[in-house]
């Protein structure tokens, strides 16, 4: 079954303490991204990668870091978070840059104290 | 710079009726694609639709339609025969052909209740 999946779906954390969402697909497709969802404000990109060891910022990159190591992975990293990062995340892939639906993983919940 | 515009906040529609989600966008892309999204309280995100801006006709999926208007850079969806479980948020979105990272710009969602 074609699947993007993330892992932790929920997640309580405090101020400070590093931590790392994974994302992983298995469509090969070349294009990652990630995304956050705030009440009022729809979703926002945060980052993308087009392919293996490239990424690039998005529309709200900051305090976050991503990598892309393999073309299937594309973990999301927030070194240090804080309350303003609790939110809703999803990891979306898709094959054609200019056409062609995002393919959502179930979306991770994040509440940092 | 990319923006959509969704006006209803809430949107209540009877059971079986046809119900017209709003969007407005607007961009300076020549070419672009239109999305529409379905977010069920589960939280996952569920592709409905898309229309490209060169398409002729509008686009239809089952009981979803989006009302395709360039001149006026709107892109409603319709759905019919609407059933208990469309009761969702809806959010609609774009990507210009020009945009970096393959990125969609969405709206800020429509929340839609479906009454018995």
């Known amino acids: 079954e074609a699947q993007v999946t993330q892992n932790p779906r929920y997640l309580i954390t405090v101020t400070g303490k590093k931590l790392t969402v994974t994302c992983s697909q298995n469509?090969?497709?070349?294009?990652m991204s990630w995304y956050r969802q705030d009440p009022g404000l729809g979703l926002r990109q945060i980052y993308y990668?087009?392919?293996?060891?490239?990424?690039d910022k998005g529309d709200v990159p900051e305090g976050y870091k991503v990598s892309r190591k393999e073309k299937r992975n594309f973990p999301l990293i927030l070194e240090s978070p804080s309350p303003n990062q609790t939110s809703l995340y999803f990891c979306?892939?898709?094959?054609?840059?200019?056409?062609?639906?995002?393919?959502f993983g179930e979306g991770s919940r994040l509440t940092v104290l | 710079a990319q923006k959509i515009t969704q006006t209803q906040p809430g949107m209540f529609v009877q059971e079986k009726e046809a119900v017209t989600l709003d969007c407005t966008y607007d961009?300076?892309?020549?070419?672009?694609?239109l999305f529409w999204y379905k977010q069920p309280s589960s939280g996952e995100m569920i592709f409905l639709i898309y229309?490209?801006?060169?398409?002729?006709q509008n686009a239809t999926e089952g009981r979803y339609s989006l009302n395709f208007q360039k001149a006026r850079k709107s892109a409603n969806l319709v759905i019919s025969a609407s059933q208990l479980g469309d009761s969702a948020m809806y959010f609609c979105?774009?990507?210009?052909?020009?945009?970096?990272?393959?990125?969609?710009?969405f709206g800020e969602g429509t929340q839609l209740t479906v009454n018995p």
């Open positions: 229309q490209g801006s060169y398409d002729q």
């Open positions: 961009t300076s892309d020549p070419s672009y694609g």
């Open positions: 979105a774009m990507r210009g052909l020009r945009t970096s990272g393959s990125r969609l710009t």
């Open positions: 979306a892939s898709n094959k054609e840059v200019d056409t062609g639906e995002l393919f």
């Open positions: 469509m090969n497709h070349e294009y």
């Open positions: 990668s087009m392919n293996v060891e490239v990424t």
